[in-house]
């Protein structure tokens, strides 16, 4: 059974850093592209940041700038490095995974909360 657990969350003033990862128990990890995705309380999911099995990334214009994703194939893990957080950065962050090679197969982590508040 496929496996996406993020992990890092939590409080964090404004300004401040924090950095999540994100563990995918998948077979052949670099033929997906990873993604991390946000939603904030009454609004919908967005993504924030993408790194494609070809570690070619982009950024929402919201975190560009502040927030840099990437990864290690040699352990399935894909990480976003979080500075300069913002009020608004608040939210339930998701992993996500979407092969690149067919078939296409999609899958989504639990979440993680990252808040920031002072």
């Known amino acids: 059974q496929v496996q996406l657990v993020e992990s890092g969350g939590g409080l964090v003033q404004p300004g401040g850093s924090l950095g999540l990862s994100c563990a995918a128990s998948?077979?052949?990890?670099?033929?997906?592209?990873m993604g991390w995705y946000r939603q904030a309380p009454g609004k919908q999911r967005e993504l924030v940041a993408l790194?494609?099995?070809?570690?070619?990334?982009n950024y929402s214009d919201s975190v560009k700038g502040r927030f840099t994703v990437s990864r290690d194939n040699t352990k399935n893990t894909v990480y976003l490095q979080m500075i300069s957080l913002k009020p608004e950065d608040t939210a339930v962050y998701y992993c996500?995974?979407?092969?690149?090679?067919?078939?296409?197969?999609?899958?989504w982590g639990q979440g993680t909360q990252v808040t920031v508040s002072s």
């Open positions: 998948l077979n052949i990890f670099a033929i997906y592209n």
């Open positions: 996500n995974a979407k092969s690149v090679v067919l078939p296409r197969r999609e899958y």
């Open positions: 790194i494609t099995s070809g570690g070619n990334t």
